[in-house]
């Protein structure tokens, strides 16, 4: 740790002294860390939270003692204060409290004998995650023991993320191991004392993150996150909650060995880690899905670069946010190693915590989704091996689970794979309240193919990676009907001298709708954007623009949220309904099946841009939409035809790329 060199041995030992002098009762008072008080904060804003939640199951050979087994996970929280830690408040602020002694029981459960001991013993392990730890009360960890299968028993422990880690997940286990091994033989454990505790670490990282080493350190990190998106807009199948939620699920990952390999070696071609090729291909992936060239992805930094600091179990790990520019331009080789040189940085402040950095850049608090990154990638060595929950064999190809299974989330996405002998393997988390399960299947298979791509053709440039899976390729093509500018002409008298781009729109929004000279025109609501677009497409049509309420029309003009309102007998059964703008979801398009709905939307709410008939299900605009193109009118008046992967070019304005998932942002833009 860079700290280190700035703290003498003499203040070291003196702080030591003084942390020591402080233990002589049952119970003593610490600070907490930086992380340590965001996860305090976070569960005074949600009770009960359990995304926080650290579960470790182990599968272990039975018969066993679970006495010796009881007496050995006792003795690891002997060992370390973090796992005797509650929290209180102390002056108005929160505060470590540490017991001298807890004993922890070992819950027993045995369904061998049940008619579905399988689903009996997964049961379990789902009500053991579910229930809520009490920060204040405590413990902050518990264990089961399931009997489920003969020969097999499955040990579950789960602790708060407040008072452990991955890392910590590790040690825990093998001081486990070490401690049973020992007491079933009746022989001393043989571990070294630990040289400090949880509680030092805290002190001294509030002694030290101050003054120039806090100025330099924020100084880093608003330059490298200057101007940054602060929210990654994915295209998602539901809309963004109000205030987010921390519902969620996950898939389990496999890259196969033969691809890991390859990967590995590309790494080395380019001086760089397995870590930093598959986040640069994750990180190329997400642009291309948001259809824009800035993300920010968090990834976890274990934060124990001094060796007294890593036999401990404790909240260490700490959030480092990883920012990607990728241009038009930028090649698979430029993008590795622009990765590469983000991450190197990004370590060598690595000691500035997530905590402190969001406080210093003054980002604007949302209830709805995570300061800075909402998007997380993590790489970790498979230390506790294949005992860990989440780890899978190796296997032949590369693969995400046929079925979602349900959980937690923390990001909005969250990849995680541990690096084992061979295959990489691990999860995919992804919210509920945004994503469904076919959709995180689908990006998956798509980063899959982009690290294929990524070793093929180092010199392709990363927005020209084809990404149509096989079975998107034989997408339906619709003809694409001739648009005569006689339509724009008309529209652009209507609009004024300088109404180019609202008069092209409109011209494509006559034939996108079938509008002609017989049609009527109206629009729902009183939204003057919505009314003009109504106009100018009748002015190009030469059809009559009846106005704005519900006067009997044959193509009437409205928003999603008027669709949803609006009453079924308000409109005739025969007229077109055109939905412009975004979203548009099952709620507001189940009543109206059957009927002809088309929708319409571009940059901004009521220039619409391309178009798309909406039939059954497929109305529903963010749901995917298979099988479907999108027809767009191009700078020259000409209809284009683009599919899910593509360019689209829009009178005057910039160029537009589409997204991956047939999805559309909520800012109109095409995604």
Same mark, same amino acid.
């Given at each position: 740790?860079?700290?280190?060199?700035?703290?003498? *041995?003499?203040?070291?030992?003196?702080?030591?002294?003084?942390?020591?002098?402080?233990?002589?009762?049952?119970? %003593?008072?610490?600070?907490?860390?930086?992380?340590?008080?965001?996860?305090?904060?976070?569960?005074?804003?949600?009770?009960?939270?359990?995304?926080?939640?650290?579960?470790?199951?182990?599968?272990?050979?039975?018969?066993?003692?679970?006495?010796?087994?009881? +007496?050995?996970?006792?003795?690891?929280?002997?060992?370390?204060?973090?796992?005797?830690?509650?929290?209180?408040? $102390?002056?108005?602020?929160?505060?470590?409290?540490?017991?001298?002694?807890?004993?922890?029981?070992?819950?027993?459960?045995?369904?061998?004998?049940?008619?579905?001991?399988?689903?009996?013993?997964? %049961?379990?392990?789902?009500?053991?995650?579910?229930?809520?730890?009490?920060? #204040?009360?405590?413990?902050?960890?518990?264990?089961?023991?399931?009997?489920?299968?003969?020969?097999?028993?499955?040990?579950?422990?789960?602790?708060?993320?407040?008072?452990?880690?991955?890392?910590?997940?590790?040690?825990?286990? +093998?001081?486990?191991?070490?401690? =049973?091994?020992?007491?079933?033989?009746?022989?001393?454990?043989?571990?070294?004392?630990? *040289?400090?505790?949880?509680?030092?670490?805290?002190?001294?990282?509030?002694?030290?993150?101050?003054?120039?080493?806090?100025?330099?350190?924020?100084?880093? &990190?608003?330059?490298?996150?200057?101007?940054?998106?602060?929210?990654?807009?994915?295209?998602?199948?539901?809309?963004?909650?109000?205030?987010?939620?921390?519902?969620?699920?996950?898939?389990?990952?496999?890259?196969?060995? +033969?691809?890991?390999?390859?990967?590995?070696?590309?790494?080395?071609?380019?001086?760089?880690?397995?870590?930093?090729?598959?986040?640069?291909?994750?990180?190329?992936?997400?642009?291309?899905?948001?259809?824009?060239?800035?993300?920010?992805?968090?990834?976890?930094?274990?934060?124990?670069?001094?060796?007294?600091?890593?036999?401990?179990?404790?909240?260490?790990?700490?959030?480092?946010?990883?920012? /990607?520019?990728?241009?038009?331009?930028?090649?698979?080789?430029?993008?590795?190693?622009?990765?590469?040189?983000?991450?190197?940085?990004?370590?060598?402040? #690595?000691?500035?915590?997530?905590?402190?950095?969001?406080?210093?850049? !003054?980002?604007?608090?949302?209830?709805?989704?995570?300061?800075?990154?909402?998007?997380?990638?993590?790489?970790?060595?498979?230390?506790?091996?294949?005992?860990?929950?989440?780890?899978?064999?190796?296997?032949?190809?590369?693969?995400?689970?046929? /079925?979602?299974?349900?959980?937690?989330?923390?990001?909005?996405?969250?990849?995680?794979?541990?690096?084992?002998?061979?295959?990489? /393997?691990?999860?995919?988390?992804?919210?509920?309240?945004?994503?469904?399960?076919?959709?995180?299947?689908?990006?998956?298979?798509? =980063?899959?193919?982009?690290?294929?791509?990524?070793?093929?053709?180092?010199?392709?440039?990363?927005?020209?990676? *084809?990404?149509?899976?096989?079975?998107?390729?034989?997408?339906?093509? +619709?003809?694409?009907?001739?648009?005569?500018?006689?339509?724009?002409?008309?529209?652009?008298?209507?609009?004024?001298?300088?109404?180019?781009?609202?008069?092209?729109?409109?011209?494509?929004?006559?034939?996108?709708?079938?509008?002609? $000279?017989? $049609?009527?025109?109206?629009?729902?609501?009183?939204?003057?954007?919505?009314?003009?677009?109504?106009?100018?497409?009748?002015?190009?049509?030469?059809?009559?623009?009846?106005?704005?309420?519900?006067?009997?029309?044959?193509?009437?003009?409205?928003?999603?949220?008027?669709?949803?309102?609006?009453?079924?007998?308000?409109?005739?059964?025969?007229?077109?309904?055109?939905?412009?703008?975004? *979203?548009?979801?099952?709620?507001?398009?189940? !009543?109206?099946?059957?009927?002809?709905?088309? @929708?319409? &939307?571009?940059?901004?709410?009521?220039?619409? $841009?391309?178009?798309?008939?909406?039939?059954?299900?497929?109305?529903?605009?963010?749901?995917?939409?298979?099988?479907?193109?999108?027809?767009?009118?191009?700078?020259?008046?000409?209809?284009?035809?683009?599919?899910?992967?593509?360019?689209?070019?829009?009178?005057?304005?910039?160029?537009?790329?589409? @997204?991956?998932?047939?999805?559309?942002?909520?800012?109109?833009?095409?995604?």
């Amino acid at each position: 740790m860079e700290s280190a060199a700035r703290s003498t *041995p003499l203040r070291k030992r003196a702080l030591l002294a003084q942390l020591l002098a402080e233990r002589a009762g049952p119970v %003593r008072s610490a600070p907490l860390s930086f992380a340590q008080e965001r996860l305090w904060f976070l569960e005074q804003l949600h009770p009960g939270n359990t995304a926080y939640h650290l579960p470790i199951v182990l599968r272990l050979r039975d018969p066993l003692d679970a006495g010796v087994l009881e +007496r050995a996970l006792n003795q690891v929280v002997a060992r370390h204060e973090a796992l005797r830690t509650t929290f209180a408040i $102390s002056g108005g602020v929160p505060v470590q409290r540490i017991s001298s002694s807890l004993h922890v029981p070992l819950r027993e459960i045995d369904v061998r004998s049940s008619a579905d001991p399988a689903g009996d013993a997964q %049961r379990t392990l789902e009500e053991d995650n579910a229930q809520p730890f009490d920060l #204040q009360r405590g413990p902050l960890l518990r264990a089961t023991l399931i009997h489920a299968i003969p020969g097999e028993a499955t040990l579950v422990i789960t602790m708060h993320h407040i008072v452990s880690d991955g890392w910590s997940c590790g040690v825990l286990v +093998r001081e486990l191991t070490a401690c =049973y091994d020992a007491f079933a033989r009746n022989q001393a454990v043989s571990l070294a004392a630990l *040289p400090i505790q949880y509680a030092d670490f805290a002190v001294w990282q509030r002694e030290w993150l101050q003054g120039e080493v806090l100025a330099k350190e924020v100084a880093y &990190w608003k330059n490298r996150l200057s101007d940054a998106p602060p929210l990654l807009d994915l295209p998602t199948d539901h809309p963004r909650p109000l205030v987010e939620s921390h519902r969620g699920a996950f898939q389990t990952v496999v890259i196969s060995a +033969r691809l890991v390999e390859r990967l590995r070696g590309l790494a080395r071609e380019h001086n760089a880690t397995p870590f930093m090729v598959l986040l640069a291909i994750f990180q190329g992936l997400l642009t291309r899905t948001a259809g824009i060239n800035d993300v920010v992805v968090a990834s976890p930094s274990a934060n124990r670069n001094r060796a007294d600091l890593e036999p401990l179990i404790g909240f260490f790990v700490n959030m480092l946010p990883l920012r /990607a520019r990728i241009t038009r331009e930028l090649t698979v080789r430029g993008l590795i190693q622009h990765v590469r040189e983000a991450t190197l940085a990004a370590f060598d402040h #690595q000691d500035l915590p997530f905590e402190t950095l969001v406080e210093e850049l !003054r980002v604007r608090r949302s209830l709805s989704h995570s300061p800075v990154c909402q998007v997380a990638f993590v790489l970790q060595a498979a230390t506790i091996g294949a005992n860990l929950s989440g780890a899978v064999p190796a296997a032949a190809g590369c693969h995400a689970v046929s /079925a979602p299974v349900d959980g937690t989330a923390k990001f909005d996405l969250t990849l995680s794979l541990l690096d084992g002998a061979g295959s990489l /393997a691990g999860t995919c988390e992804y919210r509920t309240d945004l994503f469904d399960h076919i959709t995180v299947t689908r990006l998956l298979r798509r =980063y899959f193919h982009m690290l294929e791509a990524a070793c093929d053709k180092q010199d392709a440039r990363v927005w020209e990676i *084809p990404l149509a899976l096989n079975d998107e390729a034989a997408l339906i093509v +619709r003809p694409a009907p001739e648009v005569d500018a006689t339509l724009v002409a008309r529209a652009a008298k209507v609009a004024g001298p300088t109404g180019d781009t609202k008069a092209l729109t409109a011209g494509a929004t006559a034939v996108a709708i079938g509008a002609s $000279s017989a $049609s009527r025109i109206a629009a729902v609501e009183d939204n003057p954007a919505l009314t003009l677009l109504a106009r100018l497409t009748a002015a190009a049509a030469g059809a009559t623009f009846v106005g704005v309420g519900k006067t009997p029309a044959t193509h009437v003009f409205l928003t999603p949220r008027a669709l949803a309102a609006l009453p079924l007998d308000a409109v005739a059964t025969d007229a077109t309904l055109v939905v412009v703008g975004l *979203p548009c979801f099952d709620s507001a398009f189940a !009543r109206w099946t059957g009927r002809r709905v088309v @929708g319409v &939307w571009g940059p901004s709410a009521g220039v619409a $841009s391309a178009s798309l008939e909406l039939i059954g299900r497929e109305a529903v605009i963010a749901s995917p939409l298979d099988g479907q193109r999108v027809e767009v009118l191009d700078e020259r008046h000409q209809r284009q035809v683009v599919g899910l992967c593509g360019e689209i070019a829009i009178g005057a304005l910039e160029k537009y790329r589409t @997204g991956l998932v047939g999805r559309h942002r909520e800012d109109g833009r095409m995604s």
